[in-house]
């Protein structure tokens, strides 16, 4: 088994920042792509900012420039640095990470439960 469990989420008004935290543990060989999703209200979840292993990453064209993605040291942890914040960035938070449980095994999907980020004044 494999637990994500993010952190980092609230309240912040329009124009502020947040950090979003992320940490991966359980049965774990290796960890591929990290990344961060998130799902408004009556909305699809989308993709925000993904970090492969190999140092890649891609966002949203909605938060370029506002949001850095990056990976911990031990590989197990990605972090989501949120700036300049608005409305419309108010959703639900989710973890992801793909994962291999042996050597040379498969790499399966793997999600947190999740971490509401407000936006409002």
């Known amino acids: 088994q494999v637990q994500l469990v993010e952190s980092g989420g609230g309240l912040v008004q329009p124009g502020g920042s947040l950090r979003l935290s992320c940490a991966a543990s359980?049965?774990?060989?290796?960890?591929?792509?990290m990344g961060w999703y998130r799902q408004a209200p009556g909305k699809q979840r989308e993709l925000v900012a993904v970090?492969?292993?190999?140092?890649?990453?891609n966002y949203a064209d909605s938060v370029k420039g506002r949001f850095t993605i990056s990976r911990g040291s031990a590989n197990n942890m990605v972090y989501l640095q949120m700036n300049n914040l608005t409305p419309e960035d108010t959703a639900v938070y989710y973890c992801?990470?793909?994962?291999?449980?042996?050597?040379?095994?498969?790499?399966?999907?793997?999600w947190g439960q999740g971490t509401q980020v407000t936006v409002s004044s």
């Open positions: 992801n990470a793909d994962v291999s449980g042996r050597p040379n095994g498969p790499t399966y999907p793997y």
């Open positions: 359980g049965s774990i060989f290796s960890i591929n792509a």
């Open positions: 970090a492969t292993y190999g140092g890649s990453t």
